[in-house]
């Protein structure tokens, strides 16, 4: 499963940020980010090879989107669309508010379940598909939360047991300076079953990481900090974020 952390604090200098582990088949090829769409090119995103899409995405509006696996839903099914796409379509829009009213009224059987988070630099929303009708939506209040297999903060989760609330006690990062938030990131100490960084298990593990910060000032650029391996072993490189011409 895949981890994120979401910061919603309206008004705050950097109002939206996201930490997020991807968590795969360590030999599923994906590629760093990007701009690999040219249906979008104002959208950016490491690329899911085998699927063509991305679980993370942003858009040179500020919008940010990530798309993640619920409890036994690994991998493609026969029949269901990559969950890549939907990342995609949420950064087609101009603001959050937009990019979840968009995603509400998709069709959620023609995907396997599913978490996402959508954000900008005005909040941030929690959408869950179940695998028919439309997924539920619900609004983060402002705070530290996290997601990883079932809900927000759901404290049944050993890593979010154990790491949730240092986060929420962690000073707030003020990119492109994460403090703390990259130590937490990388956090593989046991017990096993709460690291957020996952070692190799039977070809399973985080394969990357990713830290995205939204200014309050749409004149400013965000920033994206990006780790092409385990983020314990692997520095964080920030990605270019130049609009396209």
Known sequence: MCTVIISTTPGEAWPLLVAANRDERLDRPWEPPGR????????????????????????????????????????????KRSRGELPL?????????????????????????????????HGAYYLCGLGYGHPDVSTLEPGVHMIATGGPDDMQIPRIARHLPRFQAAPMPMPPDWGTWTGLLSDRTLPAG????????????????????????????????????????????????????
């Open 36 to 79: 690999y769409w040219p249906e979008q090119p104002d959208a950016l995103g490491p690329r899911d090879v085998p699927g063509g899409g991305t679980w993370l995405a942003l858009n040179d509006r500020g919008v940010v989107a990530a798309v993640l696996n619920r409890v036994g839903s690994l991998g493609p099914a026969p029949g």
């Open 89 to 121: 379509i949420a950064v087609r829009e101009a603001t959050a508010e937009a990019a979840v009213a968009a995603l509400a009224a998709t069709d959620a059987g023609r995907y396997r379940s599913y978490n996402m988070i959508v954000g900008d630099r």
């Open 194 to 245: 709460s690291e957020l960084n996952i070692p190799p298990r039977s070809g399973f593990g985080t394969t990357n990481a990713s830290l995205v910060g939204i200014p309050r000032d749409p004149e400013r650029m965000p920033n994206w900090m990006f780790a092409a391996g385990a983020p314990d072993r692997t520095p964080f490189i920030p990605v270019a974020l130049a609009p396209a011409a």
